[in-house]
């Protein structure tokens, strides 16, 4: 069964989406947890960091390029976290790659 990150990709479920390209997209969080809160995912389904295998390498490399770019351009000069949760105790809850921008707010250590 495919995840609502699938069904975003396949335009069967609407998103706010901010960046689209052969490799990744990026999208509001529907409920986000920062003022500028978006996520970055392979449109390939790879379930977590602990699925990926070498082939992978590029894709993982283009989501967090562009991560950087749409935390610019939603002007995120002062900073912003990058979190990908991994599995069940690491918090996933889409079994789908996906990294979490957070900002607009300073942010708090240790998270969680």
């Avoid at 706010?16 to 947890?33: G, M, N, Q, T, Y």
């Avoid at 392979?42 to 590029?58: F, G, H, N, Q, Y």
């Avoid at 690491?90 to 969680?112: A, C, D, I, Y």
Wanted: hydrophobic share 40%; proline share 7%.
């Amino acid at each position: 069964m495919p995840s609502i990150f699938t069904k975003i990709i396949d335009r069967e479920i609407p998103a706010e989406i901010l960046h689209e390209d052969d490799v990744c997209l990026a999208f509001r969080d529907i409920s986000p947890k920062a003022p500028t809160h978006f996520l970055v995912i392979p449109k390939k389904e790879i379930v977590s960091l602990a699925d990926l295998t070498e082939a992978d390498e590029a894709i993982v490399g283009r989501c967090i390029i562009v991560a950087s770019q749409v935390a610019a351009a939603e002007g995120l000069e002062g900073g912003y976290r990058l979190v990908c949760n991994c599995g069940d105790d690491g918090g996933q809850e889409v079994p789908h790659l996906h990294f979490h921008v957070m900002g607009g707010r300073k942010m708090t250590w240790p998270p969680g």
